[in-house]
């Protein structure tokens, strides 16, 4: 019980982040806008979205480890299980909902926002790897 609490105080916002993205996914319904008009706003949205919140798991990730840890849990924590979590909403979204629809592209833009992020992570980490963000 107390990792998953020290895990919830390294990772506050990345958490609010990624309840937000369910919420959002999930939801029955989805407001017009007036970007509804902007080709692909959708796919646009997608990529913002998980790519400001993997960017935001980087910045933590770097603020509540002294050293760089493991790079093959960097890469599991910060890469591919956001890509693993919007496949799975994606799916959820195609075969559980009646209202909403899992798109390829939906989820291509994701995976592509989650290796921005992560990119932007890499190179926050090569730039500041002696200075900690707390």
Same mark, same amino acid.
């Given at each position: ?55 935001? %798991? ?8 002294? @050293?760089? +840890?493991? &790079? $093959?849990? *960097?890469? !599991? ?27 390829? %592209? ?8 989650? @290796?921005? +992020?992560? &990119? $932007?992570? *890499?190179? !926050? ?10």
């Amino acid at each position: 019980m107390t990792k998953f609490f020290l895990f919830i105080r390294k990772y506050p916002v990345s958490i609010l982040l990624f309840i937000i993205i369910w919420i959002l996914s999930l939801m029955p319904f989805f407001p017009e806008t007036p970007l509804d008009d902007v080709k692909f706003i959708d796919k646009w949205t997608h990529l913002i979205m998980y790519g400001g919140t993997c960017s935001v %798991l980087w910045i933590e990730y770097m603020r509540s480890h002294k @050293t760089k +840890g493991s &790079a $093959v849990k *960097l890469f !599991l924590l910060a890469w591919l299980a956001p890509i693993l979590m919007s496949g799975l909403l994606e799916l959820l979204q195609a075969y559980a909902t009646t209202t909403r629809s899992g798109e390829w %592209l939906d989820f291509a833009a994701n995976s592509l926002g989650v @290796t921005l +992020g992560a &990119a $932007v992570g *890499l190179l !926050l980490m090569k730039k500041y790897k002696d200075i900690r963000l707390n």
